[in-house]
């Protein structure tokens, strides 16, 4: 198993900024595409950011020019850069592993963290 433990969510006013982490510990798996999901209060939860293992990067409209997403392969980390918040930012942020290969068993798994609660105000 994987288990992916995202950290430095908080408090921040509009137009500041926060780094959130995501690192995956768990041994006989590879990590190909990272991404960051958010759920706001009341919303579905929304793509934000994904990265593949060669680092090529998307992002929602919504983030795009503000966030940015890059990866630590031999750390096991993924990061999510934050500027320039908003208040629409607050959501918990999750870090997600869609297609993580288990060497043993050749297939592919789909892991999730707990989350990391980001809130703006104003």
């Not at 009341?42 to 795009?64: C, F, P, W």
């Not at 503000?66 to 870090?95: G, H």
């Not at 297939?107 to 999730?112: E, I, V």
């Amino acid at each position: 198993q994987v288990q992916l433990v995202e950290s430095g969510g908080g408090l921040v006013q509009v137009g500041g900024s926060l780094r959130l982490s995501c690192t995956a510990s768990g041994s006989g798996f590879s990590l190909n595409n990272m991404r960051w999901y958010r759920q706001g209060p009341g919303k579905q939860r929304e793509l934000v950011a994904s990265i593949t293992r060669g680092g090529s990067t998307n992002y929602a409209d919504s983030v795009k020019g503000r966030f940015t997403i890059s990866r630590d392969n031999a750390k096991n980390t993924v990061y999510l850069q934050m500027n320039s918040l908003k208040p629409e930012d607050t959501a918990v942020y999750y870090c997600n592993a869609p297609d993580a290969y288990g060497s043993s068993s050749q297939r592919y798994y789909d892991f999730w963290g707990q989350g990391t609660q980001v809130t703006v105000s104003s």
